[in-house]
């Protein structure tokens, strides 16, 4: 290898670009040969000498189980049905390898998934019970769009799933993996507040898919960590190129799968005159609502349709539907430009469905927008902006409610330069985010009640999700001398919630964090402090869970980076959007 990468004088940029391009080749090919290697043995030496039978799920006659199949599923939450589901179908002359059991492992969950859907059909048993009881149809309703989200988010594992190119792959199957399970279990959570034991039905139906979807995101989770260990051993042992001949070479550009039309528009400095659609109030714009603009986006598109929204109040409830791919909508500034709505959670809306702008479609950018929710502090549950969009962006916008302002459900998101309002949970959720440079403001609540700005939802210890804030500014909206505000208070398990060299002013109280239920907050939740700035950032007197951390390492908080944590540079540098990479 070495004789392949050894610069010897000065070379051509052709000859430099086939060099890079021979020499990741290689990278490629050794890692994924390494890993299958690798991975094939650990999976034998975990069962030599074992004979193991597993009997199918649904009882009947014993049979002969594959060490490989019972070596994969030890590394998954559930064991059982990870067995059950992958035993039948990997016999002797079936896969191996730990790639193929991932790829059928999604399969499986696919399936389960599918007769999961049906449940919740009009012809369902699910819809029987919501019918009858009355009070859970919105719910039902939320459903729908949750499961069909997450049928969306496996078919793309499933297509990413090719073992060819498995490690490449894998931040984007762990996203998609991780936002399938999260509509799952939103579409649960939206039973809370009905009567008798319709949530618990609900539950039932999507017990199998749940933990097939857990388990798909555990293999490749293990694939992934060994792989990786393999592919820093082997960059470690190779000899370091000469700085003056490799080195200069490398110049930011925009990634080569951005189309020249597409860079072109995001590098202009005046987007608005480029619009493809304007939208505007008093009809000087082809449209005169946000909702109509985009109808007019062409479906799954890879070019960036830009939406001009001009100054005005907009009260519309918005919705970027799935099929709207890479849509900008750029406002006149973040007061200008204002989307307005009330729905909300006491009035019979679901709070998946309360957002008045919600954008679901991948590749989706904000620029200078205001979103609010007007329902007010009463109405509990009542979203101002969500976004399940893998790779969404929103840049100088304002996002003003109360109780669940910003929901950032799944997948990838990035907040720079924003204002945020609320009350109670108002920044909640569970996709993997990072907020910079933004300003979190803390509102008066109804009495009583105590201020929490965050509300991480993961549930599962292989989702890569978490909500990390660098570099923000929490400042009171108004006077609450009277009001404790605390950094967040742990919805699920797994929460985790990272604040980085953010400015913190006297309104957080001493004690940092506010627990879900009772006195204290469960051992697997991941809080962390470091080098926060300001009178509330004394850590001296915060709780003392086992899962809060207050004196991280430089190399710890870099793990919560837009570079680690969401891989941030491969899709926010096209946008042309202001960012840090790391610390």
Same mark, same amino acid.
């Given at each position: 290898?070495?004789?392949?990468?050894?610069?010897?004088?000065?070379?051509?940029?052709?000859?430099?670009?086939?060099?890079?391009?021979?020499?990741?080749?290689?990278?490629?090919?050794?890692?994924?040969?390494?890993?299958?290697?690798?991975?094939?043995?650990?999976?034998?030496?975990?069962?030599?000498?074992?004979?193991?039978?597993?009997?199918?799920?649904?009882?009947?006659?014993?049979?002969?189980?594959?060490?490989?199949?019972?070596?994969?599923?030890?590394?998954?939450?559930?064991?059982?049905?990870?067995?059950?589901?992958?035993?039948?179908?990997?016999?002797?002359?079936?896969?191996?390898?730990?790639?193929?059991?991932?790829?059928?492992?999604?399969?499986?969950?696919?399936?389960?998934?599918?007769?999961?859907?049906?449940?919740?059909?009009?012809?369902?048993?699910?819809?029987?019970?919501?019918?009858?009881?009355?009070?859970?149809?919105?719910?039902?309703?939320?459903?729908?769009?949750?499961?069909?989200?997450?049928?969306?988010?496996?078919?793309?594992?499933?297509?990413?799933?090719?073992?060819?190119?498995?490690?490449?792959?894998?931040?984007?199957?762990?996203?998609?993996?991780?936002?399938?399970?999260?509509?799952?279990?939103?579409?649960?959570?939206?039973?809370?507040?009905?009567?008798?034991?319709?949530?618990?039905?609900?539950?039932?139906?999507?017990?199998?898919?749940?933990?097939?979807?857990?388990?798909?995101?555990?293999?490749?989770?293990?694939?992934?960590?060994?792989?990786?260990?393999?592919?820093?051993?082997?960059?470690?042992?190779?000899?370091?190129?000469?700085?003056?001949?490799?080195?200069?070479?490398?110049?930011?550009?925009?990634?080569?799968?951005?189309?020249?039309?597409?860079?072109?528009?995001?590098?202009?400095?005046?987007?608005?005159?480029?619009?493809?659609?304007?939208?505007?109030? %008093?009809?000087? +714009?082809?449209? !005169?609502?946000?909702?109509? /603009? @985009?109808?007019?986006?062409? &479906?799954? #598109?890879?070019?960036?349709?830009?939406?001009?929204?001009?100054?005005?109040?907009?009260?519309?409830?918005?919705?970027?539907?799935?099929?709207?791919?890479?849509?900008?909508?750029?406002?006149?500034?973040?007061?200008?430009?204002?989307?307005?709505?009330?729905?909300?959670?006491?009035?019979?809306?679901?709070?998946?469905?309360?957002?008045?702008?919600?954008?679901?479609?991948?590749?989706?950018?904000?620029?200078?927008?205001?979103?609010? %929710?007007?329902? +007010?502090?009463? !109405?509990?549950?009542?979203? /101002? @902006?969500?976004?399940?969009? &893998?790779? #969404?962006?929103?840049?100088?916008?304002?996002?003003?409610?109360?109780?669940?302002?910003?929901?950032?459900?799944?997948?990838?998101?990035?907040?720079?330069?924003?204002?945020?309002?609320?009350?109670?949970?108002?920044?909640?959720?569970?996709?993997?985010?990072?907020?910079?440079?933004?300003?979190?403001?803390?509102?008066?609540?109804?009495?009583?009640?105590?201020?929490?700005?965050?509300?991480?939802?993961?549930?599962?210890?292989?989702? %890569?999700?978490?909500?990390?804030?660098?570099?923000?500014?929490?400042?009171?909206?108004?006077?609450?001398?009277?009001?404790?505000?605390?950094?967040?208070?742990?919805?699920?398990?797994?929460?985790?919630?990272?604040?980085?060299?953010?400015?913190?002013?006297?309104?957080?109280?001493?004690?940092?964090?506010?627990?879900?239920?009772?006195?204290?907050?469960?051992?697997?939740?991941?809080?962390?402090?470091?080098?926060?700035?300001?009178?509330?950032?004394?850590?001296?007197?915060?709780?003392?869970?086992?899962?809060?951390?207050?004196?991280?390492?430089?190399?710890?908080?870099?793990?919560?980076?837009?570079?680690?944590?969401?891989?941030?540079?491969?899709?926010?540098?096209?946008?042309?959007?202001?960012?840090?990479?790391?610390?």
């Amino acid at each position: 290898m070495a004789s392949t990468i050894k610069a010897c004088g000065k070379i051509s940029e052709a000859e430099q670009a086939a060099l890079d391009a021979r020499r990741r080749t290689q990278k490629r090919t050794i890692v994924v040969g390494l890993s299958s290697v690798a991975l094939v043995a650990v999976v034998v030496a975990a069962m030599v000498g074992t004979s193991v039978h597993a009997g199918n799920r649904r009882g009947g006659e014993a049979q002969p189980l594959s060490t490989s199949v019972k070596a994969v599923c030890d590394v998954t939450l559930y064991k059982d049905s990870c067995v059950s589901s992958l035993a039948p179908r990997a016999n002797s002359s079936g896969p191996v390898r730990p790639e193929d059991l991932f790829k059928l492992s999604i399969q499986v969950a696919l399936e389960a998934l599918a007769k999961a859907a049906g449940y919740f059909s009009e012809q369902g048993t699910v819809f029987n019970n919501t019918a009858a009881e009355g009070t859970a149809s919105a719910a039902l309703d939320s459903c729908r769009v949750l499961l069909g989200l997450a049928m969306d988010s496996l078919n793309s594992s499933l297509s990413s799933s090719d073992a060819s190119n498995l490690f490449d792959s894998a931040d984007d199957l762990k996203t998609w993996l991780s936002a399938a399970g999260t509509s799952q279990q939103t579409c649960i959570d939206g039973f809370d507040g009905s009567a008798g034991a319709i949530k618990e039905i609900v539950a039932n139906h999507l017990e199998d898919s749940g933990e097939l979807t857990s388990n798909s995101l555990a293999i490749i989770t293990w694939i992934s960590n060994i792989a990786s260990s393999i592919k820093l051993r082997w960059l470690m042992s190779l000899p370091r190129p000469h700085h003056h001949h490799l080195g200069h070479h490398h110049h930011h550009k925009v990634p080569k799968w951005v189309h020249r039309k597409e860079r072109e528009l995001l590098q202009s400095s005046d987007l608005r005159k480029k619009a493809n659609a304007v939208v505007a109030k %008093n009809g000087s +714009g082809k449209y !005169k609502t946000i909702g109509a /603009a @985009l109808d007019a986006v062409p &479906d799954k #598109s890879k070019d960036t349709f830009v939406i001009y929204v001009k100054k005005g109040v907009y009260s519309e409830n918005v919705q970027v539907e799935k099929s709207k791919w890479n849509v900008m909508m750029v406002g006149d500034g973040m007061d200008a430009t204002v989307v307005t709505g009330s729905l909300n959670v006491i009035d019979g809306t679901p709070t998946f469905q309360t957002a008045t702008f919600a954008v679901f479609g991948k590749g989706f950018i904000a620029s200078d927008m205001g979103f609010r %929710n007007t329902a +007010g502090p009463a !109405k509990h549950q009542a979203v /101002a @902006l969500m976004s399940t969009a &893998d790779q #969404s962006i929103f840049y100088r916008c304002c996002i003003d409610a109360f109780q669940d302002s910003l929901y950032t459900h799944s997948n990838r998101q990035f907040y720079r330069d924003c204002n945020i309002y609320g009350t109670v949970d108002f920044i909640f959720g569970n996709s993997a985010v990072v907020f910079q440079n933004c300003t979190i403001l803390p509102k008066t609540p109804m009495v009583g009640q105590q201020n929490t700005i965050t509300a991480q939802g993961k549930f599962d210890p292989n989702q %890569n999700t978490g909500i990390s804030i660098q570099n923000c500014t929490i400042w009171p909206a108004g006077n609450l001398t009277n009001v404790q505000t605390f950094l967040g208070r742990p919805w699920k398990n797994y929460s985790t919630t990272v604040y980085m060299r953010s400015t913190m002013s006297n309104i957080i109280s001493p004690n940092g964090w506010l627990p879900w239920v009772g006195n204290s907050a469960p051992d697997t939740i991941y809080y962390a402090e470091f080098q926060n700035y300001g009178p509330g950032s004394n850590t001296k007197y915060r709780v003392k869970w086992k899962g809060l951390r207050s004196n991280l390492s430089t190399k710890q908080a870099s793990k919560f980076t837009v570079k680690s944590f969401t891989k941030g540079e491969k899709w926010i540098k096209p946008a042309n959007i202001p960012y840090d990479p790391s610390l």
